[in-house]
Structure formats: structure tokens, C-alpha cells
């Protein structure tokens, strides 16, 4: 394959280990990343459903976004959140103390720009101030954007720089009890603050992308390697690659954005309209309103759904999706195998008239017609701990 | 019996005018876990360097190339009905399918054992 880049890629604070650990690397996002170590994408799968997976996400970008006097409360954070509300359809300013929202950046069609995660703090030292975690490949142009919305009322300090660990699975918070006990408590969706650990001040989010149970923990850099290691000491715990890390999140039904999502595609085409809150509904407030609950009112062309093929051949991105007439309406946007389920899975969109679970499909595989039909997503139930 | 190796990573092991074809341990290895196979079905004719089967792994499909040109006279139905012997023994057990030489010259041009070992230390 041929490298036409010049540019040198990034590396994150746990390369060495990854090196160390004998990983297979490539380039992510603009980043050398592992895609596996030396059991391979199957094992490391299974492991983490059924033990606990440590994956590298420092790629990713964390970020905060602060005005410049922290405290005062809700008031404090009503001003914060205005500033990003400007940009994504959910209710910020609503969130608790403590809570984290998955929702989408739009551009000013509705497209999505990027998904990501919004946290309010949960200490009132920290009112104020939100944690924004955006997508490796499009960090750049995200955060360009939330720092114009934000203007001269609030600074954006990326912490990209950091390492951001991810434990996934059953045994992840058996795993975290004994080294960062303080993050046991937090629920699904939920993240904060821990001071003074052995790996300086950490951020631990109870959320992942696998649909495990599990933590996303900010690690100041100079320790993400002895943090990791720490981690790795426990037997419950191996490393995991992107390539299982996109098999889990493929049976967890969650988008990879640029696959599943993008650009072209609405939070109501996306299956996403959950993100969109009644508050910004009735107020229709954010980018490209107009269409979007125009789209929630109408209904959209086609959407996103799971596809399971019957058969065993896996079904790639960018397979045609015919009716059992063989008229072509759709196309998949990610598949593979699941090692879970033990069989192909995919996700795709489809006219709307044949996304209802349990409606045949055909998809055009190497020029056959295979068996597939309409699947409720996820494939492989949550395990999130509410 | 005499085994050559192809660029593209497969082997073929020839006794009299008929080759056992299959992918070497080296991409096995590079393919990581193998969850498809389609192979070709007996009868078919084979051209050399052209598509003959697919194989998948978790990430991704990838064409296995007939090493010669020929008629196939049997399939492997074992690794359809368990990819995962493709991974546990490549050059054994997981081979692919038998293929009856149209012209064994067309073997000249394949590398041996230690040839492939060359070129493998290479990629």
C-alpha cells in the first residue's frame, strides 16, 4: 500500500507500550495506533466481553471548555452551555451535575459534523466549565468550531496532549476498584474529577463503545504508560486493538463517524433522533432546525438500521442493499463479523419503507444475492451499569 | 511431491498432475482470524494469477489466487464449515482446493521454499 502522506503520524503517550506489547500498528486518525496484539482481533474480542479489555483512545480529543471564572452554580453553567448549544441539538444546559450526553455536531443543513460527548462537572468548583470529547479524525475542525462559537465568552483547552485509557467489559469495575476506587460509584453516562490518584488528577467517565460496562479515564501523559501498565498488571485485564475495538462497537450498534455517519446524513436519517431534546425542539434553536423537524415530522427518505446477513459471508461497507424484487434501496456503511454473535453483522441505511425489523433484504456480495433482513440494533444486548 | 509458492502467498503441493492449493502460514498470520472462505466448486476451471476463492477475516475480504491454471477437482469443505483451520494449519489441513495442471510448466515460474522464505523476510 502505498504512503503518499508526508506528514509524520502522532504518536500517544502509551506508544512504546504498544510497541512493548508487540502490537500490530497503523495508521488512525492521524495517529500510529494498535489494531491488535499478538492474540489477535478474535480473542481480544471475546476477552472483553467476557473479562476486561484496555484500549488506548488517546487519539481521540478531550477537551475543556471553561469560562474564565469557574463557580456560580447553574447560572455559570447555563452560559457555558449556551455557547456549544449553538452547535448540537441536545438539551446541555438541562444535563445534571455530573451527567455526560452523546450527541452531534451539525452544520448549518443539519448534517453531522462529528458525534460527540458533552459532560457537565459535578463540583461546584467547576460550574462553568464543560468536558468535550470529539473523534480523532475530525478533532481539528471540531474544535476550531466550538473555540469560534465560544468567542471571547469561554476558552477551550485541549487536553489531547493526555492519555485517555478506556477498560471495557464484565470485570472492568472489579478491575477499577482496586486502583481507582473513587470512580467505582459513578453510574452509566455519568463522570468525574479524582484528585491526587498515583496518576496525578484523573477524569473517569462511566462510558465506552463497546456496550460493556466499563471507564474512559484522562490521564495526565506522564502517566498514562504507568497507568496502563497498572491496569495491566491484573489478570483480568489485555490490551485491545481498534480492530476489536470496531467488531464490539459494530455488535454494540454504536456509528464510527465518516462509516456510519456524516456529513450527509441528519440525525434523523441517522437513527439519532433520541439526541435531539423536546426543550430544543420547541425552541428549534440549533443548526439546520428547520429541516430536522421538518424530518421528525415527516419522516425521512431512508435511515439507518442493523442488517444481519443469514448466511455466513460478511457483508462489507459499501454493499448494495436490494428489496427481494432486486431493486437497489440502500447501501451498508460498516459490516463484518461478529465474533459475539458468531456471524456476520452490519449497519446500512435503507429507504424507510423497509426499516422495520424483520424486513428481507438482499445484498449483493461478489455479485450474488444473499440473504439478509432488517435487525434491531444492538446485536449483542448493553451491559451498562444504570 | 514438490511444493511452490506464489507473490501472492499461496502454495501448491504437486503429486503427479494434480496440485493441493492453499494460503501460506505467513499470510495466515497477516489475515489474523479467518471467519469466511468461499471457495470454487468442483469443475470449474481455474486460470493462473486470476480470483479462484475468498477468504475473510474480522477486518476484511481479501481474493486467493489460483497458482496455475486447471480444473478443480475437490474443495475443502472443512475450513468452509470452520474457517478457523485456515489459522491452525495452513500448509496442512487448511488447504483450499485441489486443482488438475493444464501445463505443468506453468510450476517454472513459482518460487521454492527457500526462495519464499526470501521473499517473506522481505515484506
Known amino acids: 500500500m502505498a504512503d503518499v502522506s508526508t506528514t509524520p503520524l502522532k504518536t500517544t503517550p502509551l506508544h512504546g507500550l504498544h510497541t512493548r506489547l508487540g502490537a500490530r500498528m497503523a495508521e488512525f486518525g492521524g495517529y500510529d495506533?494498535?489494531?491488535?496484539?499478538?492474540?489477535?482481533?478474535?480473542?481480544?474480542?471475546?476477552?472483553?466481553?467476557?473479562?476486561?479489555?484496555?484500549?488506548?483512545v488517546s487519539h481521540m480529543g478531550p477537551s475543556f471548555l471553561s469560562l474564565p471564572q469557574l463557580g456560580g452554580g447553574d447560572e455559570a453553567h447555563r452560559k457555558v452551555a449556551a455557547l456549544v448549544e449553538m452547535l448540537v441539538p441536545s438539551d446541555i444546559a438541562g444535563l445534571a451535575p455530573g451527567k455526560v450526553q452523546l450527541t452531534v455536531l451539525l452544520d448549518e443543513n443539519g448534517g453531522i459534523v462529528d458525534d460527540l460527548m458533552i459532560g457537565r462537572p459535578s463540583g461546584e468548583d467547576e460550574q462553568?466549565?464543560?468536558?468535550?470529547?470529539?473523534?480523532a479524525g475530525t478533532k481539528e475542525n471540531d474544535f476550531a468550531q466550538i473555540a469560534k462559537a465560544a468567542g471571547a465568552e469561554a476558552q477551550l483547552c485541549r487536553a489531547d496532549d493526555r492519555a485517555l485509557v478506556a477498560?471495557?467489559?464484565?470485570?472492568?469495575?472489579?478491575?477499577?476498584?482496586?486502583?481507582?476506587?473513587?470512580?467505582?460509584?459513578?453510574?452509566?453516562?455519568?463522570?468525574?474529577?479524582?484528585?491526587?490518584?498515583?496518576?496525578?488528577?484523573?477524569i473517569a467517565t462511566r462510558c465506552g463503545y463497546t456496550g460493556e460496562d466499563g471507564f474512559e479515564i484522562l490521564v495526565p501523559a506522564e502517566h498514562g504508560a504507568a497507568f496502563a501498565n497498572r491496569l495491566l498488571e491484573d489478570s483480568r485485564v489485555k490490551p485491545v486493538g481498534l480492530g476489536a475495538r470496531d467488531s464490539l462497537r459494530l455488535e454494540g450498534g454504536m456509528c464510527l463517524?465518516?462509516?456510519?455517519?456524516?456529513?450527509?446524513?441528519?440525525?434523523?436519517?441517522?437513527?439519532?433522533?433520541?439526541?435531539?431534546?423536546?426543550?430544543?425542539?420547541e425552541r428549534g434553536d440549533f443548526p439546520g432546525a428547520d429541516r430536522i423537524l421538518r424530518e421528525l415530522r415527516e419522516g425521512v427518505p431512508s435511515k439507518r438500521v442493523g442488517i444481519r446477513p443469514l448466511g455466513r459471508a460478511p457483508a462489507r461497507e459499501g454493499t448494495e442493499v436490494q428489496n427481494t424484487d432486486g431493486e437497489t434501496i440502500g447501501v451498508v456503511t460498516s459490516g463484518?463479523?461478529?465474533?459475539?454473535?458468531?456471524?456476520?453483522?452490519?449497519?446500512?441505511?435503507?429507504?424507510?419503507?423497509?426499516a422495520k425489523a424483520g424486513t428481507p433484504l438482499k445484498l449483493i456480495v461478489r455479485g450474488k444475492a444473499l440473504d439478509a433482513e432488517v435487525a434491531t440494533l444492538p446485536f449483542v444486548p448493553a451491559k451498562y451499569k444504570r | 511431491m514438490?511444493?511452490?509458492?506464489?507473490?501472492?502467498?499461496?502454495?501448491?503441493?504437486?503429486?503427479?498432475?494434480?496440485?493441493?492449493?492453499?494460503?501460506?502460514?505467513?499470510?495466515?498470520?497477516?489475515?489474523?482470524?479467518?471467519?469466511?472462505?468461499?471457495?470454487?466448486?468442483?469443475?470449474?476451471?481455474?486460470?493462473?494469477?486470476?480470483?479462484?476463492?475468498?477468504?475473510e477475516s474480522v477486518k476484511?475480504?481479501?481474493?486467493?489466487?489460483?497458482?496455475?491454471?486447471?480444473?478443480?477437482?475437490?474443495?475443502?469443505?472443512?475450513?468452509?464449515?470452520?474457517?478457523?483451520?485456515?489459522n491452525a494449519d495452513p500448509e496442512g489441513g487448511g488447504w483450499f482446493v485441489k486443482i488438475r495442471l493444464a501445463d505443468k510448466g506453468q510450476l517454472t515460474g513459482l518460487m521454492d521454499k527457500a526462495a519464499y522464505d526470501a521473499f517473506c523476510a522481505n515484506q
Open chain 1, 167 to 202: 477498560i471495557q467489559g464484565p470485570e472492568a469495575e472489579a478491575v477499577i476498584a482496586g486502583i481507582l476506587p473513587d470512580a467505582v460509584p459513578l453510574t452509566f453516562m455519568t463522570f468525574r474529577r479524582i484528585k491526587d490518584t498515583p496518576f496525578g488528577n484523573v
Open chain 1, 33 to 56: 495506533m494498535p489494531i491488535q496484539y499478538a492474540e489477535g482481533i478474535m480473542a481480544e474480542h471475546t476477552w472483553t466481553r467476557s473479562h476486561a479489555g484496555l484500549f488506548d
Open chain 2, 2 to 55: 514438490t511444493t511452490y509458492y506464489t507473490n501472492e502467498h499461496e502454495w501448491i503441493s504437486v503429486d503427479g498432475d494434480v496440485g493441493t492449493v492453499g494460503i501460506t502460514k505467513f499470510a495466515a498470520e497477516k489475515l489474523g482470524d479467518v471467519v469466511f472462505v468461499e471457495l470454487p466448486d468442483v469443475g470449474k476451471s481455474v486460470q493462473k494469477e486470476a480470483d479462484m476463492a475468498v477468504v
Open chain 1, 257 to 281: 463517524y465518516g462509516h456510519d455517519i456524516d456529513i450527509s446524513k441528519t440525525p434523523v436519517a441517522a437513527s439519532l433522533s433520541w439526541m435531539i431534546s423536546k426543550a430544543r425542539r
Open chain 1, 336 to 354: 463484518g463479523y461478529g465474533p459475539t454473535v458468531n456471524g456476520p453483522v452490519a449497519q446500512g441505511y435503507v429507504d424507510t419503507t423497509y
Open chain 1, 128 to 135: 462553568g466549565s464543560l468536558y468535550i470529547v470529539v473523534n
Open chain 2, 60 to 86: 476484511a475480504a481479501s481474493d486467493v489466487y489460483a497458482p496455475v491454471t486447471g480444473e478443480v477437482t475437490a474443495a475443502n469443505a472443512a475450513i468452509v464449515d470452520e474457517p478457523a483451520k485456515v
